[in-house]
């Protein structure tokens, strides 16, 4: 809620909500209970929205109402509450309520104290740099925190909901002016290479020696693993269109993203290529159109474009163009031992980072039913809900000798979008019990959970030699 005697303006991601849910004013308004005119005027920021209203947005669209309060950002809460539980700031007993009150009186104070920590982590390395660094837990946890090149493209692509506009549009602009699809997508893709005088060529695994594609520009060929799929090779052909025809624009990019340091600069351009060659093999508006239709049936729609479950989940993401939402999904792709790859956010889903992942969320079950589609509830300590899809994929290669690596996938989004998924349609909502799960056992403090690995890390454990208690690790409450 607003701080007393602040006016909560919410014009903006009102009108941004019911866009994405497909309602008008006035079908929002008969929803809610109110006059379709009282929605104009607070979408218009002529009125602020009352606390009966936020109550009754709560309820309606199942929604945490912080997530509609300005400047609230729920990766930056879930980035603030992990600061304060460092050993070091000593902080101890501080409630979400005065998180909440934190983040929405001062969120800039709130993101220079997670700066702040971060350094605090860094400065910690190099002190013991010299020593061994991964003698104990809290070095480990350091040590993750000072993947910054990560860090700062993957914040970059959250603060922007995952949508890069003037790339997104270039993409669609190309695929329509040279009618890609799938039954022609290899010969276009090639015709737009060889205006370069680019030849593609398909290598033996072994004469390619670990590499999945490698152009060679004095002899301008694109060489591309015989382990790669036919949606991976169309992938990486479409990365190297973007290299050749838009490095120009990607420039443009990037230099409004502000990058620092080379190494985040050359995965800042990696990562906007490969945006690049996703919305040229899946160009926007064609796209969302089959996810309407199709109930963003992946399976379904990754058949119609030729790509794989991987890339098509990824793509729904980023369809957050302002005239023309799509759901707003967080996307994570994990290992066997929890370790997350990769990670995206259109919507306000926090991320921890690092400690891995909940082992209660589906995502890691998917293991358990290689290849099938698994769906889920799940709610957040600070009671937020999301439904889940989760499903193994493999990665590239794979032999007799060295089979692939399989990794899960998981796609989400807040429970009040559920019923426009096909994935959904033998989900109740009312009904069904959400499973209760957290960012991390390091962050976690849900007492009596059967799958922790740790105490919190600003907790301390409560051994009781006289009982065994159906959690492993049991610790110390307020």
Not at 59 to 64: A, G, K, P, T
Not at 242 to 266: C, K, P, S
Not at 440 to 447: G, S, W
Not at 456 to 475: C, G, M, Q, T
Request: glycine letters at 6%; one cysteine or more.
């Amino acid at each position: 809620m607003a701080p007393r005697g602040e006016k909560l303006i919410i014009g903006q991601r009102l009108k941004i909500l019911r866009s994405t849910l497909g309602l008008t004013q006035a079908q929002m308004a008969q929803q809610l209970g109110v006059s379709a005119s009282y929605i104009t005027l607070i979408e218009s920021d002529q009125r602020p929205a009352s606390a009966k209203l936020l109550m009754r947005l709560a309820q309606v669209y199942d929604l945490n109402v912080a997530e509609l309060a300005p400047d609230t950002d729920a990766q930056l809460a879930a980035d603030f509450e992990a600061a304060l539980k460092d050993p070091a700031l000593e902080v101890e007993g501080v409630s979400r309520a005065e998180i909440e009150a934190v983040l929405q009186a001062s969120p800039r104070i709130a993101a220079a104290l997670v700066r702040l920590q971060g350094r605090l982590g860094d400065a910690m390395m190099r002190a013991q740099a010299e020593q061994t660094p991964l003698a104990d837990r809290s070095r480990v946890e350091a040590i993750a925190q000072i993947a910054r090149p990560v860090d700062e493209v993957r914040d970059w692509f959250y603060e922007s909901r995952n949508y890069i506009d003037a790339l997104d549009r270039a993409a669609e602009s190309v695929a329509e002016d040279n009618k890609l699809h799938r039954d022609a997508s290899d010969v276009a893709l090639s015709g737009l290479l060889a205006a370069h005088n680019v030849r593609v060529r398909r290598l033996p695994g072994a004469v390619m020696a670990g590499s999945l594609r490698r152009y060679d520009p004095h002899r301008k060929e694109l060489l591309l693993s015989e382990f790669l799929d036919a949606a991976s090779r169309r992938f990486q052909m479409a990365v190297l269109i973007a290299r050749l025809n838009y490095q120009d624009l990607i420039d443009e990019v990037m230099d409004t993203a502000h990058f620092e340091g080379e190494a985040t600069q050359g995965l800042a351009r990696v990562s906007l290529a490969n945006y690049f060659a996703a919305a040229l093999l899946m160009p926007y508006r064609p796209f969302l159109a089959a996810c309407e239709s199709e109930r963003y049936d992946i399976e379904l729609i990754g058949h119609r474009f030729g790509t794989s479950f991987e890339q098509t989940a990824h793509r729904m993401t980023t369809l957050q163009r302002p005239e023309a939402r799509g759901i707003p999904f967080f996307f994570v792709r994990v290992d066997r031992a929890g370790n997350v790859s990769k990670r995206f956010s259109a919507g306000r889903f926090p991320f921890s980072r690092f400690g891995g992942t909940c082992p209660l969320w589906n995502v890691h079950a998917a293991f358990e039913t290689p290849g099938q589609i698994q769906t889920q509830m799940i709610r957040m300590p600070e009671g937020a809900r999301y439904f889940s899809v989760a499903r193994t994929v493999m990665r590239a290669g794979g032999s007799f000798s060295a089979p692939a690596p399989r990794l899960a996938v998981g796609l989400g989004c807040d429970v009040a979008f559920a019923p426009r998924l096909i994935y959904a349609d033998a989900f109740d909502a009312e009904r069904s019990e959400p499973t209760e799960v957290g960012l991390n056992c390091i962050l976690c403090e849900r007492q009596n959970c059967a799958s922790r690995a740790q105490a919190p890390i600003n907790r301390n454990l409560a051994v009781n030699e006289l009982e065994r208690s159906v959690a492993l690790f049991s610790f110390e409450s307020d």
